[in-house]
């Protein structure tokens, strides 16, 4: 069932099974809080009174804006990223894959397609990401190596696969990280004594922001589509 939930474009696989679990998925009218149920492409299957069917699977990849935030299961979060995506041209539901926090900004993925999404989002799998770093004083060299060789945080070391200067300015970092724990890159900053002015996400999984300025959109062409499916990027 949480297959089925996550092709009607609600959510992930794994958030459809927190859904079935809170009672707010029935079949032919009858509210299922189990796991694991099989269902049928016939069958009545509603979430939150609404009832659900296969739609075309689509993909964007967006230039995520300050000040909004990627969750869809709050109404009162204020500005949501869904909402910049224009029913005309998206008529399908998306939702995003993984999350940025509302100060961070760039390359955002959506999809309906829930088997995709739990491919690039699951830990195991560890997608490649590459964020632009602007801190509020300079970044010390020794402080620097120590990003690569990795901090110590309160839920296991943390280290990034690369870090550099930005153009010779120290207040800049590029950092390329595989890790998907929560604000990741703002604690390992935050623990070696530095704030975060900017963080813009330019890399994701194969995906960058070329050509979208912030809060556009677009299709992903076929060819970056099946990049996604078989994983053939770093």
């Not at 005309?88 to 999809?111: A, H, M, S, W, Y």
């Not at 153009?167 to 975060?196: A, P």
Request: aromatic share 8%.
């Amino acid at each position: 069932m949480n297959k089925f939930i996550a092709n009607s474009g609600i959510c992930s696989r794994r958030e459809a099974d927190e859904y079935i679990t809170a009672g707010l998925v029935s079949v032919n009218g009858e509210v299922v809080t189990e796991l694991g149920v099989k269902v049928k492409p016939t069958d009545d299957v509603r979430f939150n009174g609404e009832r659900m069917k296969g739609e075309r699977k689509v993909y964007i990849v967006m230039n995520k804006p300050k000040d909004y935030v990627t969750t869809t299961g709050d109404p009162h979060a204020g500005n949501m990223v869904t909402d910049l995506i224009s029913s005309e041209k998206c008529p399908q539901r998306v939702f995003p894959i993984g999350r940025l926090d509302r100060n961070t900004t760039g390359v955002l993925l959506f999809t309906n397609d829930g088997n995709l999404a739990e491919q690039l989002t699951h830990p195991s799998y560890n997608r490649k990401k590459v964020y632009h770093v602007f801190l509020d004083k300079n970044l010390k060299q020794p402080d620097l190596k120590k990003l690569v060789e990795g901090v110590e945080l309160e839920d296991g070391l943390a280290q990034a696969d690369m870090a550099s200067y930005v153009d010779g300015d120290l207040t800049q970092v590029g950092l390329e990280i595989h890790s998907g724990r929560n604000r990741i890159v703002r604690r390992m900053f935050e623990h070696l004594g530095y704030r975060i002015k900017k963080l813009d996400r330019v890399y994701f999984a194969g995906i960058t922001k070329k050509n979208l300025k912030r809060g556009q959109w677009r299709l992903l062409t076929e060819q970056e589509v099946n990049m996604l499916r078989m994983g053939a990027y770093e």
